[in-house]
């Protein structure tokens, strides 16, 4: 059996925390900042967890993970 491949993409967005559940960054803040609001900026700094319906087929891109 060949080894799986791991989608770049997915390995550039998520991360496993040490518990094993999936981390990832909030989207949208490299550009346009201008026209959101404060309370956007906020609330999207930092990371957070991949919700449990999505993490499943996140898995299936990181097989090593």
Known sequence: MPKLKTKS??????????T?????NYAGKNHFMRRRSQKVIRNTRGT????????????KFLPYG
């Open 20 to 24: 094993g559940k999936l981390r990832k």
């Open 9 to 18: 993409s997915a390995k550039k967005r998520f991360s496993f925390t040490a």
């Open 48 to 59: 957070s967890l991949v919700s449990s319906a999505d993490v499943r087929t996140i898995k």
